[in-house]
């Protein structure tokens, strides 16, 4: 305890710094803690930088939250993605053992929000015309028209329909960002692990060597959150939520070594009832990093009044998405007056209003 405790003060002490840096909009001459530009840093693999620091309990933290959850192996994902997903907030979690969720679940989260606002559903853009300064977003049967646009999907995927710049390809690295290739399958099983609501499997996980033959990452009873959940797990407690890296496999070849690692583990009688694949976590190239990307994303926020935002701009997880549009918000009110929303004033201001700090959490 007394190790885990001194690793997670100094692991914290170099957020901190990290922090500062994303706040001011991720400057190419800010310095890291190393002697080095923090962008420099961040370029460097999550498991090289956490060796370097000498942070052993919080590389076995990250193997679990970074690589098991989807995020990319430890020796290869950039540790600016470590950073984002890794915050003091969610190692407190871990220390206190409480993980916070919507009541009753998230589908009724959004349903709720859905009902304030005026949310179109299946709606397939077939282009975007952005002359005269104004968007008109073009559907299979309508047109909308808006004067800000706020785009949160994959960008890869948005220059099909979406008319970019060349500086705005260029800032935020469009068409040279990268995914992981995730998926999760919904298995009946008998005999297996009934005794705790998650079971991990370091051997699958721990470099990108593993992650490449798909093995079984991490298997899900779904009642180790809300009380919605517990009542799942107790009702049907046969049915776990099992976790694979795709890594180009069919899903024959998927569920085929996903049987085999059960068998292994112990669970017999299986059946497959769901299986879904994700192109998951989008991520800047580790050459793309220490370019600069980070900083000349951020920067080119509001141009032309376009804005990015979701997994592209921040990360994956819930908690760093809402505080990076929170701040993101802030700079679109200086925008609709006029101002600069990445001018160094206004970042200024937004870091000293969203510092991080435990007691928000």
């Given at each position: 305890m007394l190790a885990g405790g001194?690793?997670?003060?100094r692991y914290i002490k170099h957020w901190l710094a990290f922090h500062e840096w994303e706040l001011h909009g991720c400057p190419d001459d800010?310095?890291?803690?190393?002697?080095?530009?923090?962008?420099?840093?961040?370029a460097m693999p999550f498991r090289e930088w956490l060796a370097e620091?000498?942070?052993?309990?919080?590389?076995?933290?990250?193997?679990?939250?970074?690589?098991?959850?989807?995020?990319?192996?430890?020796?290869?994902?950039?540790?600016?993605?470590?950073?984002?997903?890794?915050?003091?907030?969610?190692?407190?979690?871990?220390v206190t053992l409480t993980v916070a969720e919507p009541q009753p679940g998230w589908q009724q989260l959004w349903i709720n929000m859905a009902s304030e606002l005026?949310?179109?559903?299946?709606?397939?853009?077939?282009?975007?015309?952005?002359?005269?300064?104004?968007?008109?977003?073009?559907?299979?049967?309508?047109s909308?028209?808006?004067?800000?646009?706020?785009?949160?999907?994959?960008?890869?995927?948005?220059?099909?329909?979406?008319p970019f710049t060349a500086g705005e390809k260029q800032a935020w690295s469009i068409g040279r960002t990268t995914n992981t290739d995730y998926t999760t399958t919904l298995v009946q099983a008998d005999?297996?692990?009934?005794?705790?609501?998650?079971?991990?499997?370091?051997?699958?996980?721990?470099?990108?060597?593993?992650?490449?033959?798909?093995?079984?990452?991490?298997?899900?009873?779904?009642?180790?959150?809300?009380?919605?959940?517990?009542?799942?797990?107790?009702?049907?407690?046969?049915?776990?939520?099992?976790?694979?890296y795709g890594a180009g496999r069919?899903?024959?070849?998927?569920?085929?070594i996903l049987e085999a690692d059960l068998r292994a583990d112990g669970a017999r009688a299986m059946k497959i009832l769901t299986y879904c694949p994700w192109?998951?976590?989008?991520?800047?190239?580790?050459?793309?990093?220490?370019?600069?990307?980070?900083?000349?994303?951020?920067?080119?926020?509001?141009?032309?009044?376009?804005?990015?935002?979701?997994?592209?701009?921040?990360?994956?997880?819930?908690?760093?998405?809402?505080?990076y549009n929170e701040r993101l918000v802030d700079r679109m009110e200086v925008a609709f007056d006029g101002g600069d929303p990445s001018s160094d004033e206004t970042l200024a201001r937004v870091a000293a209003r969203h510092r991080f700090t435990l007691a928000d959490k």
């Open positions: 001194t690793d997670i003060a800010m310095e890291g803690t190393r002697g080095r530009r923090m962008k420099d840093e961040v620091r000498k942070l052993d309990v919080i590389e076995r933290f990250a193997l679990r939250t970074m690589t098991i959850m989807g995020y990319g192996a430890l020796d290869k994902v950039p540790t600016l993605y470590g950073l984002r997903w890794n915050t003091p907030s969610l190692i407190w979690s871990a005026d949310v179109r559903l299946g709606q397939h853009i077939r282009t975007v015309d952005r002359t005269g300064g104004a968007f008109r977003v073009i559907t299979q049967d309508q909308y028209e808006f004067d800000h646009l706020v785009l949160t999907t994959w960008l890869n995927d948005a220059q099909a329909w979406f005999g297996w692990f009934r005794d705790s609501d998650t079971r991990s499997f370091e051997a699958a996980a721990y470099d990108s060597t593993a992650i490449k033959d798909s093995h079984l990452l991490v298997a899900r009873r779904t009642g180790d959150k809300s009380a919605a959940a517990k009542a799942r797990s107790q009702s049907r407690p046969d049915v776990y939520v099992c976790y694979q069919t899903k024959e070849q998927l569920n085929a192109r998951y976590a989008p991520q800047l190239t580790t050459a793309d990093i220490a370019a600069g990307a980070a900083g000349a994303m951020d920067r080119r926020q509001g141009k032309r009044n376009l804005w990015v935002t979701g997994s592209m701009a921040s990360h994956e997880a819930v908690d760093n998405i809402v505080d």
